[in-house]
């Protein structure tokens, strides 16, 4: 009985370590670093975008950079922890210009942001290659497949090595007619530090759309 006894004792032990530990990999793993909120953190990045007009067949490109700043706290309507997420824009030679406000509420599950009145959702924990989601689910815009296409992978940010980065496509359907991607690519500790949203028709009067790309300068804590 005494031998018995200590089997059972031993199972249970290894039962409990086993169980400590895959829940202490569970927290580290969920991915919420890779939208570090924290107030005054700010990211500066380079936008270069094409315009295509079909009406006059032109092609006009531009150039300028954008500051995305966590400017504070507060509570949503359901009383939700968020953030005020403030983009400034300026071209080489003007200073900083206030340009809107957007919002972030990060959840257990996933990280909302609202953009000129509409909610999408950005991220979801946890972090997990092939997982996917309705990037439009709690705004009135056609459902878009959104799906984490690769996680934890290396590459480099700002000249930097980085061995925890993500992709995210949003959207993607590229056929003859059409070119329609949107991607975000992110670091761990350091948030978004590529874009790219490209909406290109091709029409009997000429290329009709749209190319952005956001590419990462500097980042920081004000």
């Known amino acids: 009985m005494k031998i018995k006894g200590f089997i059972v004792l031993i199972a249970a032990l290894l039962t409990f370590t086993y ?5 202490k990999q569970e ?3 969920m991915g919420y670093n890779y939208f570090p909120l924290k107030t005054n953190n700010y990211s500066i ?8 007009n079909d009406y006059n067949s032109t092609i006009d490109t531009f150039s300028y950079q954008v500051k995305l700043v966590i400017d504070s706290q507060y509570y949503d309507n359901e009383n939700r922890l968020s953030y005020r997420w403030k983009k400034f824009t300026k071209s080489d030679t003007n200073q900083w210009t ?14 909302e942001s609202v953009q000129e009145n509409m909610r999408y959702i950005k991220l979801i924990f946890p972090v997990v290659a092939g997982a996917n989601w309705d990037y439009n689910s709690l705004n009135i815009n056609e459902s878009a497949d959104s799906q984490y296409s690769d996680v934890d992978y290396k590459s480099t940010v700002l000249g930097l090595k980085n061995d925890s980065c993500l992709t995210v496509i949003y959207n993607e359907e590229v056929d003859l ?3 329609i991607i949107y991607e975000e690519k992110y670091a761990r500790n350091i948030g978004m530090f590529y874009s790219k949203h490209i909406n290109k028709k091709k029409l009997t009067t000429g290329l009709q759309g749209y190319s952005v790309i956001y ?8």
């Open 45 to 52: 990045y380079q936008v270069d975008s094409i315009v295509w």
């Open 98 to 111: 206030f340009n809107t406000n957007y919002s972030l509420t990060i959840t257990n599950d996933r990280l």
């Open 177 to 179: 007619i059409q070119e």
């Open 215 to 222: 590419q990462l300068l500097e980042y920081g804590t004000e």
């Open 27 to 29: 927290i580290v793993n």
């Open 19 to 23: 169980s400590c530990k895959k829940s």
